[in-house]
């Protein structure tokens, strides 16, 4: 059973760059046709989907994040990373790591807040 870690850092300050790791067990992120997502909430709002990096490494990032977000993989530890630059208050939530296969998550991490905060 595929299990998903989110750590990092949960404050921030303003105008710098968020930094989270999310580190896959029980499954390769290089396996056929899982892409591994990022995807935040914040305070009192819904899902936010910000990007993936599939089994191939290929990337895609929601248009309204693209300019300020890379997320990257590093397949000797079975982690994938999210950096997304230049953060104002707006950025805080709570983000999570996820997988998804066919169009579907199946397998989230429990979720990790970062407080945008000077």
């Known amino acids: 059973q595929v299990q998903l870690q989110e750590s990092g850092p949960g404050l921030v300050k303003p105008s710098q760059t968020l930094s989270l790791i999310c580190t896959v067990s029980?499954?390769?992120?290089?396996?056929?046709?899982?892409?591994w997502s990022w995807i935040r909430q914040p305070p009192g709002k819904g899902l936010e989907w910000i990007g993936y990096i599939a089994y191939s490494g290929s990337t895609y990032y929601s248009p309204s994040l693209k300019s300020r977000t890379s997320i990257f993989r590093d397949t000797s530890n079975n982690q994938f990373s999210l950096q997304l630059s230049s953060v104002t208050p707006e950025d805080t939530a709570v983000y999570y790591c996820?997988?998804?296969?066919?169009?579907?998550?199946?397998?989230w991490g429990q979720g990790t807040l970062v407080t945008v905060s000077s």
């Open positions: 996820a997988r998804a296969e066919g169009g579907r998550l199946d397998a």
């Open positions: 029980g499954g390769s992120i290089t396996t056929n046709y899982y892409y």
